[in-house]
């Protein structure tokens, strides 16, 4: 304590007038505007960069507190995106053909996985036994027909594909054209086969196949693709008719299932016509 009152004493003429000039510069920065404002700017910058490295600071050391805040929040907005619900109801659509007598509706679907490499191919789709699917449904999409319902579960159903060895669309060749059999090739996810056309017939490149009705799980006339060559079956008077199908497997999104109003109908009139006798 002597020490400070020893370096006061010896010092204090200094220490005097570095006080009155530091009165002095406040009294000028106070009242001579120009001086004044350079002051504040520079003080408002000096103390705006302090302030930012306390943020960056703070911030890095609450780093994970914020990211834990954050993907609760995250989280919550997750659980009110429409497209995290599973929606039960599906608007359907009924569409008369008066000139067929047949009533056919369509419900909505999206394709949430599937496969067109394999052998036999299926896709899944979002709608199950809720929304009123049944095994044996037809599926189409805008361009064409996509295949058959397989198996049903509640949310979601399996549909075998027409990229498939086991089934077969009844077609007709044009408007109101021949009939034939529309197979997949087994190679590539854009063609198909169709087979049973008599070879007397003049069947033109590019001409449209389309869907013939005839088993009722699909309406008549739906696009399925179009012609790209032909050749003749060995040993037969039969055509092999190369088809592009007009719908991309590869890339389908969304699709409809066919409730048939008719099928039950047409199927047991069908089991009525007697066997050729032997």
């Known amino acids: 304590m002597q020490n400070l009152f020893a370096f006061l004493r010896r010092f204090r003429v200094f220490i005097f007038f570095s006080a009155l000039q530091f009165l002095c510069l406040v009294l000028y920065i106070q009242f001579v505007s120009f001086p004044k404002s350079v002051y504040l700017s520079t003080a408002s910058t000096f103390n705006g960069k302090i302030k930012s490295v306390e943020g960056k600071l703070t911030n890095h050391f609450d780093l994970e507190e914020n990211n834990t805040a954050l993907r609760l929040e995250n989280a919550q907005l997750r659980k009110r995106v429409f497209t995290n619900f599973y929606r039960v109801d599906r608007a359907k659509t009924q569409v008369n053909d008066t000139a067929y007598e047949q009533s056919f509706s369509y419900i909505p679907t999206k394709i949430i996985n599937g496969s067109v490499m394999r052998r036999n191919n299926y896709f899944t789709i979002d709608i199950g036994k809720r929304q009123g699917i049944k095994k044996n449904m037809g599926v189409i999409s805008p361009n064409g027909v996509v295949g058959i319902v397989f198996k049903v ?43 049973g056309v008599s070879s007397d017939l003049n069947i033109k490149k590019n ?23 032909k050749s003749r079956v060995e040993d037969q008077a039969l055509w092999n008719l190369e088809v592009r199908f ?33």
């Open 246 to 278: 007009s719908e991309d497997y590869r890339t389908l999104h969304s699709a409809y299932v066919v409730h048939s109003l008719i099928r039950k109908e047409l199927q047991a009139l069908q089991l009525e016509i007697p066997e050729d006798p032997e």
């Open 207 to 229: 001409t449209r196949i389309y869907t013939l009705g005839a088993s009722g799980i699909f309406p008549k006339g739906i696009k399925l693709g179009t012609v790209i060559s």
């Open 153 to 195: 579960g509640d949310h979601f159903s399996l549909v075998k594909s027409v990229l498939t060895q086991d089934i077969n669309l009844d077609v007709m060749i044009g408007v109101d054209g021949p009939r034939g059999i529309l197979k997949w090739d087994g190679f590539h996810p854009k063609t198909g086969i169709v087979t």
